[in-house]
């Protein structure tokens, strides 16, 4: 009565009211006590949770009228770092100027709550349980070698030509050296070998395109040569299989605005790359 400003007589007649509507006691009285029954234990947790979602819900339709502000810290594979998040990044500064951020380019896996990382970009197939994922693309890898290397060491018609090749290994690649290739309805994986690793996709792009040997990379690394025609592609009929991109971020109830903004805009303008 003295939160609500109103008397005990009003607080008293519209709880007894309400427990006529509900046919259950949700208060004990006696002439010292007055406590939550089990039942109104119950009721009074679920109305909670509903008055909770009510506030959240209004929360949401505010940050809708407001422009996404804050701080954005994002983690994501150097690959992508290199390629179309390096060119994106500013489209999305421009769009949201209120918006700052860091970008943690590192193919290393990291907790996010740890290192204060918002959203992270993951090529996966089992995204990890302990964030929210959303599916943003697919992208294929791309089995490529310069005209030069092809001229001087001949082109592999089959798969299994491969194994008489240096291949160059992108090592952040989830196959590593087991490159799969689609043979009807099966996968056959031939396990390459060659004289160059590396998790840094520029290191084997830079090998691939100098007619040191073979690569597979995710084929947006890849683009602007092959439009060139400074690289071929090997195998383009055999290599249809799409990998996944997640952004995860950590699960809360209310998702950040700059959050789901960084999520749609990369959603809308990736399908470019």
């Known amino acids: 009565a003295l939160e609500l400003g109103v008397s005990k007589g009003y607080v008293s007649m519209q709880i007894t009211a309400l427990e006529k509507e509900l046919g259950l006691k949700l208060l004990s009285r006696t002439t010292r006590h007055l406590n939550l029954t089990e039942e109104g234990n119950l009721f009074f947790e679920s109305c909670t ?17 407001a422009e996404p502000a804050g701080h954005l810290k994002i983690a994501a594979p150097p690959s992508m770092c290199a390629t179309f998040l390096a060119e994106l ?6 769009e949201y100027p209120k918006i700052s951020l860091t970008i943690d380019s590192s193919s290393k896996v990291k907790n996010l709550l740890q290192h204060g990382i918002d959203i992270a ?8 349980e302990r964030y929210i ?36 290994i992108y090592a ?12 009807k309805n099966t996968t056959e994986v031939i396990n390459v070998e060659g004289n ?19 690569a597979r990379l995710p084929h947006y690394v890849l683009a602007k040569a092959i ?30 605005l700059k959050v789901k903004r960084f999520i749609d ?8 790359y």
């Open 227 to 256: 439009s060139n025609k400074e690289l071929e592609i090997l195998f383009a009929e055999q290599m249809k299989i799409e990998m996944p991109v997640y952004a995860l971020y950590a699960s809360n109830v209310t998702i950040p």
């Open 172 to 183: 952040a690649d989830p196959a590593g050296k087991h490159w799969p290739f689609q043979q």
């Open 265 to 272: 805009f990369l959603k809308d303008h990736i399908r470019a």
């Open 49 to 65: 949770r509903i008055v909770h979602e009510k506030k959240q819900a209004v929360s949401l339709l505010k940050e809708t009228q």
């Open 133 to 168: 994922a959303r599916l943003i693309s697919t992208f294929r890898f791309t089995i490529c070698a310069s005209p030069d290397y092809l001229k001087h060491y001949g082109v592999p018609k089959k798969p299994s030509d491969l194994l008489s090749h240096n291949c160059l």
């Open 196 to 214: 160059l690793i590396s998790t840094n996709c520029s290191i084997i792009q830079n090998a691939v395109l100098a007619g040191h040997g073979i």
């Open 89 to 94: 990044l500013p489209k999305f500064q421009k």
């Open 121 to 128: 970009l993951r090529v996966t197939h089992a995204p990890d």
